[in-house]
């Protein structure tokens, strides 16, 4: 050791009552290694004020009262590197375990074994091998094998160009997971000005690259002009070059609406892949009262809102559109059924409507089958055949399943009893039952082969023509019409009788003058 500046006694020694030094102080020659050792003891006990207990911990002090500047001022501890692989480190070492402590006797807790590195925090150059440039300031702790390894990093020399300085320096974890205790409210926070949209990154280059971005959700840098507006939340994607492309996700801060696609919109929309049956892919709760639960606003008409298919179809099997049209189909095939609006008030389909309960129109939903409540002024119903019918197929067809079913029910509201009805008779042949809404007592049906019927009066208004070929009254059999011979002998009552009854048909007329 030699010291410059030495007040008294032998320069290469230091007195055990403390020297003092003006100048510089050597230790080696740098030939060999060379430690300055500050012994210290457990000999005051912890330091809590008690009986006895006083400092026995050596430290070093350095004060400063300067500031850096281009001179170093204020630098209380230089280090410096004299080798591209030498490292700078401040180390601290200890053992791996200690004997049990005891609190009541403040005994044990002394070192098991040898020490080993705890923590080195430091810089260098190049890695430990020196087959690569690290150039930074790090902090280390060991891993399972004691070996110290890289937790935190600082660059010094910028990693892409290898240039020494960097006006934005890259803090790099290794082997390492970053958590921040947010008990007392503690945040991860991310601050900047307005304008600065703050992002989180999630990149493909480990030096922060631009060609390696990949997301970033971030605000989106917008003026906030009150009222709230401004800042919104994106999750931004870039393409393999690291451009910026669209928004898939936008959050509103103003009103806090989600926006899948952003502003610009995202080409592939929003998939929902969902493996629980008994939950619904998408819950849309409303706490107010006249919400929508979802609005679609498409570019045109065949633009649709809703497709369904099921895992393996080539076609969607349901489809609604824009303009409200729904579509379904077989999933394997085009779509060939429809429903929708074909004017004012008009809703159609080009195909089959199949009811499988109850049809209520312009009245509430009741018993029957079918219910239809007009003010009038229209048709309760219109049935028109486009074609000729056949024996099996008719403008109307009614089928029962017995012969005590009734076809047919005619009466006015108030009414007890039908005014007309139709029902299938013993014969199965049909009866057409009339009456005045609270009796029933005039019926017409087939009788037998050939015959039709009524139990009761029949009128005719007007003209009555009987086409047959024989006919009975007063429950006379009936006959074929009958041929009148003989002579008249000048009776013209008698010519003009049998006149008119050859004209009714009732009589052949052969008779002469």
Not at 145 to 159: G, K, N, S, V, Y
Not at 210 to 237: C, K, P, Y
Request: aromatic letters at 6%; proline letters at 2%; glycine letters at 12%.
């Amino acid at each position: 050791m030699s010291a410059t500046g030495y007040t008294s006694g032998d320069p290469t020694k230091v007195s055990k009552s403390g020297d003092t030094v003006d100048g510089n102080l050597t230790l080696g020659t740098g030939a060999a290694s060379r430690q300055l050792i500050l012994r210290s003891s457990y000999t005051g006990g912890d330091d809590d004020g008690g009986p006895a207990h006083f400092d026995s911990t050596s430290r070093i002090e350095l004060e400063s009262y300067q500031r850096a500047q281009t001179n170093g001022y204020g630098e209380v501890i230089r280090v410096r590197s004299r080798r591209a692989r030498s490292k700078q480190m401040f180390a601290w070492y200890g053992p791996t375990a200690y004997t049990p402590y005891n609190a009541a006797t403040d005994t044990g807790g002394d070192p098991i074994g040898q020490d080993e590195g705890w923590a080195w925090i430091g810089a260098h150059y190049l890695s430990t091998e020196g087959d690569a440039v690290h150039g930074h300031l790090s902090i280390e702790t060991p891993d399972t094998l004691t070996a110290l390894r890289t937790r935190l990093e600082f660059a010094i020399w910028d990693p892409v160009s290898g240039a020494y300085g960097m006006d934005k320096t890259l803090i790099r974890t290794n082997a390492a997971d970053f958590q921040v205790r947010c008990t007392n409210s503690a945040v991860l926070r991310l601050s900047g000005g307005v304008l600065d949209k703050k992002p989180i990154e999630w990149s493909n280059s480990d030096v922060g690259q631009v060609s390696g971005i990949r997301w970033q959700l971030r605000t989106d840098g917008s003026a906030e002009g009150g009222s709230n507006a401004g800042s919104d939340l994106e999750l931004v994607r870039f393409n393999d070059s690291g451009v910026a492309q669209d928004s898939p996700l936008v959050i509103t801060r103003q009103n806090g609406r989600i926006t899948i696609g952003g502003s610009s919109g995202s080409g592939a929309g929003l998939t929902i892949n969902r493996n629980a049956a008994s939950a619904s892919a998408i819950t849309i709760a409303h706490t107010g009262t006249g919400g929508t639960g979802m609005a679609v606003t498409a570019a045109d008409v065949t633009s649709s809102v809703v497709r369904g298919q099921i895992s393996g179809d080539t076609v969607a099997r349901a489809v609604v559109f824009a303009d409200g049209k729904h579509e379904w189909g077989s999933g394997t095939a085009s779509r060939d059924t429809n429903l929708y609006r074909n004017g004012t008030d008009q809703l159609k389909t080009d195909d089959s409507l199949v009811v499988g309960a109850r049809l209520a129109v312009g009245q509430a939903l009741g018993s029957d089958a079918i219910a239809v409540t007009t003010d009038g002024t229209i048709s309760a119903a219109l049935l028109k055949a486009s074609a000729l019918g056949t024996a099996s197929r008719s403008v109307l067809a009614i089928e029962t399943n017995d012969v005590t079913k009734r076809a047919f029910d005619y009466r006015l509201t108030g009414d007890s009893v039908s005014r007309i009805r139709m029902d299938a008779s013993a014969s199965s042949s049909g009866t057409i039952i009339f009456g005045d809404g609270t009796t029933a007592d005039t019926n017409i049906y087939r009788a037998a082969a050939d015959t039709l019927k009524t139990d009761d009066s029949f009128h005719v208004g007007t003209t009555f023509r009987h086409l047959g070929t024989s006919l009975g009254f007063y429950n006379a059999a009936a006959i074929a019409r009958p041929t009148v011979t003989g002579s008249r002998g000048g009776n013209a009552a008698l010519a003009s009788f049998l006149t008119q009854m050859a004209a009714l048909g009732l009589i052949t007329d052969s008779t002469t003058a």
